[in-house]
């Protein structure tokens, strides 16, 4: 099973809410990614927890703020955005490199975020 | 610094003929690995294909193939006997081996595919 799962498909949310994307996989993987998407381009990574603890935080504005409550779920809390942070959101998860090595990273649907 | 190239924006292919899409790619590592993605209209990102730089046969999933030409630093993408359901944005990707570096992708801006009757 290489099923990541994401809700809500999609969100339309004001500049003044609070809102949560989820992710959740069931493969046992230990490293999870956010990534953003805008159409026609490729992704651009947000963060990276391994072994549930944020290895990678790509220079991400504070309004969004990831957790990794366990190693099966991982959320993108969303405070404040801007029109311009609409976009497709994709989680992915894979088999942690640590140490050397590559893995395929397996992603979910996405999440197609609006903000108003 | 590390970089993937895909020059074509768009390709059309013909029900049951053979594509390839092309990927060319620069690092100066040594250890590394290549991967292929489709993404449908639907937004899903699939995996398709990966690659590791000291394999030293080509990489083939079903109708998927990888087409490996080390010297030549590309990695070109065949699918046989296209169909429909393959018309796509396709995506390649690479990571180095190196601890801290290999939780990363470094994304081509992708071929556009479509499949015609």
């Known amino acids: 099973d290489t099923e990541v799962t994401q809700t809500p498909k999609h969100l339309v949310m004001g500049m003044t809410n609070k809102k949560s994307l989820k992710c959740e996989q069931h493969?046992?993987?230990?490293?999870m990614y956010w990534y953003k998407q805008k159409a026609k381009k490729p992704p651009e990574l947000m963060f990276v927890y391994s072994y549930e603890k944020l290895s990678i935080n790509e220079s991400v504005p504070s309004r969004f703020s990831p957790e990794c409550p366990n190693s099966s779920l991982l959320n993108l809390h969303l405070h404040a955005l801007q029109p311009e942070d609409s976009a497709l959101y994709l989680c992915?998860?894979?088999?942690?490199?640590?140490?050397?090595?590559?893995?395929?990273?397996?992603f979910g649907p996405g999440t197609r975020l609006t903000v108003t | 610094a590390q970089k993937i190239t895909q020059t074509q924006p768009g390709m059309f292919v013909q029900e049951k003929e053979a594509v390839t899409l092309d990927c060319t790619y620069d690092t100066s590592d040594p250890s590394y690995g290549l991967f292929w993605y489709k993404q449908p209209s639907s937004g899903e990102m699939i995996f398709l294909i990966y690659q590791g730089s000291y394999d030293q046969q080509n990489a083939t999933e079903g109708r998927y193939s990888l087409n490996f030409q080390k010297a030549r630093k590309s990695a070109n993408l065949v699918i046989s006997a296209s169909q429909l359901g393959d018309s796509a944005m396709y995506f390649c990707a690479m990571s180095d081996f190196n601890a801290g570096n290999n939780r990363k992708l470094i994304w081509g801006l992708g071929t556009s595919l479509a499949v015609n009757p």
């Open positions: 493969m046992g993987h230990r490293a």
């Open positions: 992915a998860s894979s088999q942690d490199p640590s140490g050397s090595g590559s893995y395929e990273q397996y």
